[in-house]
């Protein structure tokens, strides 16, 4: 019997947590792209980042997602370092919301009654065309599954009679008499389970929980959370070890923050606690015995407001004292973890290995890969001018050749891995908008790759050429060089499109390139054949010469698919 109310337990937990999950997924597709904007604006010095931090990680109910959004910008370069540890500190302080919205309506309110109509109206939203409505129906979802998991961990507990098995009673009375290495215990505690489930607000369920039931004395859950803001650095610390450079580093950031925080409470542990427990009026005396049902009804309710107080007191009192040491402490972080070398042609640099983002909030990562993508192309084409006109003898030639070659294999394998990566992420719950943005993605990166085949296809035809000692006139030398440039203007403007927002793009001077492209190739096609008919040269130099105008002017043609597929629109010359 024993056995089966544990799993019992095991169960709602994760019912739990699932739901939080639920929940936050649901606010992040509601609110997906507003908050990138919100991140990337507000953070102009370490205060409104602050604030960042609390909203977004409130709004969206998990610090992960803010944290992991947050290590994006600062691989994209719209946020430093500094920036982003304002943010963090931030986070911490909004993670502190679900403490309360558990204390409030899971101890205070019978929410057995609320959630199972929730679960009624969720299911009328989710089957609404609008994507705002089957987000909302998510959202509502997690909640009603959230607090119908906290619900029946509570059940369980008073049905497992937690307060009058002997057997607990004795082992936290035994370990709560250990004084400070008692202090000591529960936070390692904490920290492991933290660990384990790698939930923090979890685990604060559970705390919750064994302190109402008054199995718990409050000293010993309140190093409990305490463990909880170490366990879940510990986490993201793990899981960004095989990530980029900047992520490792505000991982750091985040640990350093709460480990500090957790140093100077312990220092202060008992008078600390007796005073914020002071702001909720519960007495935290070990000893003290209620007199009635009534009164012991409300303890029950008022040390979880004791637990919830002590989190957001922890957090925020952390923050007014390293609030004013972000740069000490991005000094140190950087000094523990040096810059990666890395092979800049490559390797991804923005999309990290490590810390997986939620799936709403990897667009930005996966478009900064692609504007590099681009910026690898464009300076694979610069390499073709250079291997036709500029290269003096073979071994030079030899060499760029090979340079051109491995950049199309680098080129081959960017398309494949950011294609991977964006078919891991439309495995989670997307909004319409995002699913679009992703479908048309995957078509700029085929089109990118393209980009290098041309270029390639160019080196190639080029070694024919110098192969066969062939040589160009001083006039196709002209109209080669000027094509190039063309392709150059061409490709310039598409790097230009792929860094700007979506809605401030000019189509215009792309398409006007384009149909540069497209007529200048027609010109000099039909010259072409006078040329050879009059034999100004021979038949195998204008094959080659061709063959060079036409990959530029099939090069011209994937650089529009890129600006079109960017744009989310169709060109029609």
């Known amino acids: ?75 994209a370069g719209l946020l430093t370092l500094a920036q982003a540890i304002s943010v963090i500190m931030g986070a911490n302080i909004g993670t502190t919301v679900t403490a309360w919205i558990m204390s409030v309506f899971g101890f205070q309110m019978n929410m057995s009654n609320v959630v199972f109509p929730l679960f ?260 694979m084409f610069g390499f073709v001018p250079t291997l036709l006109f500029d290269t003096k003898n073979e071994e030079d030639f030899s060499k760029l050749y090979t340079r051109i070659e491995k950049y199309e294999g680098i080129s081959d394998n960017m398309e494949i891995e950011i294609a991977n990566y964006l078919n891991k992420v439309t495995e989670g719950r997307l909004s319409t908008e995002s699913k679009t943005d992703i479908r048309y993605m995957l078509r700029e990166v085929g089109e990118l790759e393209s980009i290098g085949d041309s270029c390639f296809n160019l080196a190639r035809t080029i070694k024919r050429k110098h192969s066969a000692n062939e040589h160009f006139t001083a006039e196709q030398k002209d109209h080669i060089r000027h094509m190039f440039e063309l392709c150059d203007k061409a490709l310039t403007h598409m790097q230009k499109v792929l860094d700007d927002d979506q809605k401030k793009i000019d189509i215009n001077e792309s398409l006007n390139i384009e149909n540069e492209i497209d007529n200048y190739r027609s010109q000099l096609k039909d010259a072409n054949l006078t040329d050879i008919n009059e034999h100004r040269y021979n038949y195998q130099t204008g094959v080659q010469y061709m063959d060079i105008i036409s990959e530029c002017e099939k090069l011209g043609d994937y650089v529009i698919n890129v600006v079109e597929a960017h744009a989310h629109k169709k060109f029609t010359a």
């Not at 056995?3 to 169960?11: A, D, R």
């Not at 792209?33 to 010095?45: D, E, Y």
């Open 120 to 379: 009624a109206v969720a299911i009328v939203l989710l089957f609404q065309k609008k994507p705002t409505g089957k987000s909302f129906g998510e959202f509502i979802f997690g909640f009603s599954f959230m607090f119908l998991g906290l619900c029946t961990l509570r059940e369980n507990a008073i049905a497992m009679d937690l307060p009058g098995n002997a057997a607990v009673i004795n082992f936290f009375e035994k370990t709560g008499q250990w004084g400070f290495a008692s202090t000591l215990l529960y936070l390692l505690v904490g920290s492991i389970l933290t660990m384990c489930v790698q939930s923090s607000a979890a685990i604060m369920a559970i705390t919750l929980i064994l302190c109402s039931s008054g199995v718990l004395p409050i000293y010993q859950g309140i190093a409990l959370v305490m463990g909880e803001n170490i366990g879940t650095t510990v986490t993201s610390n793990i899981a960004a070890l095989s990530a980029s450079t900047n992520a490792r580093r505000a991982a750091l950031a985040h640990m350093v923050f709460n480990v500090f925080g957790v140093i100077w409470v312990l220092l202060v542990f008992k008078p600390f606690v007796n005073m914020v427990c002071g702001f909720v009026g519960f007495d935290p005396n070990p000893d003290y015995i209620p007199q009635s049902e009534a009164e012991i009804a409300e303890r029950q309710v008022t040390i979880t407001y004791a637990l919830s107080a002590f989190h957001t007191a922890f957090n925020v009192c952390n923050v007014l004292i390293l609030i004013w040491f972000i740069k000490p402490i991005e000094k140190l972080v950087c000094r523990f973890i040096k810059q990666k070398e890395e092979d800049e042609d490559g390797r991804l640099k923005f999309i990290s290995g490590g810390i997986m983002s939620t799936a709403e909030l990897s667009i930005l990562e996966a478009q900064k890969e692609i504007s590099l993508f681009s910026a690898r192309t464009k300076k």
């Open 1 to 75: 019997m024993t056995f089966f109310l544990f799993l019992k337990l095991l169960g709602c937990l994760a019912l739990l947590m699932y739901g939080m999950k639920t929940m936050s997924e649901g606010l992040q597709k509601l609110s997906g792209s507003h908050l990138r904007n919100i991140m990337g604006t507000m953070t102009k010095n370490r205060f409104t980042g602050l604030l960042t931090g609390v909203f977004v990680t409130a709004t969206v109910q998990s610090s992960t997602a803010t944290t992991v959004m947050t290590v994006s910008f600062v691989n």
